[in-house]
């Protein structure tokens, strides 16, 4: 349903006000950041990615008996509604294992090297095996705030490789098996699998680095954006989602993925 052009108007002023606060903040953090604020950001101060590609086969034994149940593992959009907006389809699978001060317990007793390794990583946010269908395409979007930094650790890319990538801003990336990649999500990015595989990285996203005074405050930050409804619906979304599964029987029956996702509405078929 259309809004009235009063309605509408006023609609479209609030989003540019938004998007120019935003950008103001952005340009603020980067002005401070202590990493790079290109579209790549090189590693020098992220120590805990040597330890990461160092285990990295041992985090692929772990998800390799994941994802002999993918079928039952949950797409992005069932546990957070505003991903419908990068695709509709059940293409984008997630496996979490923590989440803005939440943990998957079970889901980390299953994976007990992977779930090790990223709990020795300081000022985590967010960490889950990130599996692309074959086929998959997600529309370009863009991350909400620059105080946040993002990792994809390859865990299975197939081949073409060439076929399997993510462009940011003005860089493509090819995933390679094992080695990890760090960027800036708040540059518009988009990603394709198009091969007959599955493509899987372990995603993180932690604290963007900057001095101590602004660190803290940044910090501070991200513990109140756990209190916005859409972390808070995403979270019980997969409490949901954790709790039928392995009631369900979990890796050793086959769960599925029958959770209502709470603040959307399932895609048409």
């Avoid at 604020?37 to 772990?62: K, N």
């Amino acid at each position: 349903m259309r809004l009235p052009p009063a309605l509408e108007r006023a609609r479209a002023a609030g989003s540019r006000f938004v998007r120019r606060m935003t950008n103001g903040v952005d340009d603020w953090l980067a002005s401070h950041s202590l990493v790079e604020t290109t579209e790549i950001i090189s590693r020098t101060a992220f120590p805990w990615a040597d330890a990461l590609e160092a285990r990295w086969r041992d985090i692929r034994a772990e998800m390799d008996a994941v994802l002999g149940d993918r079928d039952a593992l949950p797409a992005m959009q069932s546990i957070s509604p505003t991903q419908y907006t990068i695709t509709r389809a059940p293409i984008w699978k997630v496996y979490l294992f923590r989440a803005y001060g939440e943990r998957a317990e079970e889901n980390c007793r299953r994976c007990p090297v992977t779930a090790a390794l990223i709990d020795e990583i300081p000022d985590l946010e967010v960490a889950f095996f990130s599996i692309l269908e074959p086929g998959a395409h997600l529309r370009a979007h863009r991350g909400f705030y620059k105080g946040l930094v993002r990792a994809h650790l390859g865990l299975k890319v197939p081949e073409p490789r060439e076929r399997v990538r993510i462009r940011v801003g003005r860089e493509t990336i090819h995933w390679r098996e094992g080695e990890l990649v760090l960027f800036d999500d708040t540059y518009r990015h988009e990603a394709w699998n198009e091969t007959d595989g599955v493509r899987v990285v372990l995603l993180i996203d932690v604290a963007r680095p900057f001095p101590p005074p602004l660190a803290r405050l940044n910090r501070a930050f991200l513990r109140l954006a756990r209190l916005t409804p859409l972390v808070r619906t995403a979270v019980r979304n997969h409490r949901a989602w954790e709790k039928a599964y392995y009631a369900g029987g979990g890796p050793e029956r086959g769960g599925r993925d029958g959770v209502q996702p709470e603040g959307g509405v399932r895609p048409a078929a």
